[in-house]
């Protein structure tokens, strides 16, 4: 139980592009998502988290109206980059969270990442 | 602020060896305590979480201690294999947060 997808894998696009990210939790209702972005040989750097039917709450720093986020169901969340450069280069990584005492609760379940490359 | 430290960068050791790895916080009164494991050019994979009133716990090879004394987690990996290579990332959460903090991570080697 408790895994999570994300599409697509990789893409590579031109600069001033926009790209969605789709994440899904596959067998549990993830009332929270979350997405990283993840450098080379460094850690996990939360961009934003986002909840079920209300707006993402974005860490300091992160630019809202560059990475739009769309949690609109219980197993959906969307990261859209959106008039790409090639700075936005990285590895995009969505996590989700079950509801309390349910599956996948008290714990993040990571999708596979997604590599994007902006030419 | 807050804080994590995650022991060396890299720790390289022989296969069938006990691999011991050290997450160090401060300025934190977490909740819980996670550790992933993540490959390269993969999502972190959830491996155990301890609650601040445990003091350890295991599963198959691998064992976690919390002390919140301390406030240090430690990871084993006993008979470790060359399979066990990866980066294990070490992460933190309060009551209250609803995210975790995580640590830069360390990459273990287990060498045939």
């Known amino acids: 139980g408790a895994v999570v997808s994300q599409h697509p894998s990789r893409v590579i696009c031109k600069s001033g592009t926009s790209v969605k990210i789709e994440c899904r939790s596959l067998?549990?209702?993830?009332?929270?998502m979350f997405w990283y972005r993840q450098f080379p040989k460094q850690s996990l750097m939360l961009m934003a988290t986002s909840n079920e039917g209300s707006k993402a709450t974005y860490e300091q720093g992160v630019e809202k109206d560059k990475f739009l986020i769309n949690h609109a169901s219980l197993t959906l969340s969307t990261l859209t980059v959106t008039s790409a450069h090639p700075e936005d280069s990285s590895f995009y990584i969505c996590?989700?969270?079950?509801?309390?005492?349910?599956?996948?609760?008290?714990?993040?379940?990571f999708g596979p990442g997604t590599r994007l490359t902006v030419l | 602020s807050q804080k994590i430290e995650q022991n060396s960068e890299a720790l390289n050791i022989q296969e069938g060896k006990t691999a011991t790895l050290t997450c160090n916080y401060t300025n934190y009164s977490p909740a819980y305590l996670q550790w992933y494991r993540q490959d390269p050019g993969r999502g972190p994979v959830f491996l155990l979480l301890?609650?601040?009133?445990?003091k350890e716990k295991r599963k198959e090879r691998l064992k976690v201690t919390f002390d919140t004394t301390l406030k240090q987690s430690l990871f084993h990996i006993t008979a470790s294999q060359p399979a066990d290579s990866a980066t294990y990332l070490c992460?933190?959460?309060?009551?209250?947060?609803?995210?975790?903090?995580f640590g830069d991570g360390t990459t273990l080697t287990v060498k045939p």
């Open positions: 992460a933190l959460e309060g009551t209250n947060a609803g995210k975790s903090t």
């Open positions: 067998d549990f209702q993830a009332t929270t």
């Open positions: 301890i609650r601040e009133n445990e």
């Open positions: 996590s989700a969270r079950g509801r309390s005492g349910g599956v996948g609760a008290n714990t993040q379940y």
